[in-house]
Nanobody
Framework: QVQLVESGGRLVQAGGSLRLSCAAS????????MGWFRQAPGKEREFVAA????????RYASSVKGRFTISRDNAKNTVYLQMNSLKAEDTAVYYC???????????????WGQGTQVTVSS
């Protein structure tokens, strides 16, 4: 069993930066693909970024590529999402997810956090 707790969400101005963290419990963190998803009001949950268990491989949604960076520290059981050049359309609840399959779809993840709110004011 893996428990995930996100932090770092807050109100930020457009053009600003924010770093989200996701702390994981459990001994299997270093074997799991980690992902970030987000859900804006009235919209479907969407994939943001993912990172392989070793950190060697990352992938991003086209809407955030070049602005967001996902990273992980297996020694600290933590995954990060560095968000730069934030836009109003990045406003959403951001969820951390962990899974053995991973990928761009939520079905590839077995564990989810409760989410952290990011609000970007224009």
């Amino acid at each position: 069993q893996v428990q995930l707790v996100e932090s770092g969400g807050r109100l930020v101005q457009a053009g600003g930066s924010l770093r989200l963290s996701c702390a994981a419990s459990g001994r299997t963190f270093s074997t799991l693909t980690m992902g970030w998803f987000r859900q804006a009001p009235g919209k479907e949950r969407e994939f943001v970024a993912a990172i392989s268990w070793s950190g060697a491989s990352t992938r991003y949604a086209s809407s955030v590529k070049g602005r967001f960076t996902i990273s992980r520290d297996n020694a600290k059981n933590t995954v990060y999402l560095q968000m730069n050049s934030l836009k109003a359309e990045d406003t959403a609840v951001y969820y951390c997810a962990a899974g053995y399959l991973g990928g761009d779809y939520g079905s590839g993840y077995d564990y989810w956090g409760q989410g952290t709110q990011v609000t970007v004011s224009s």
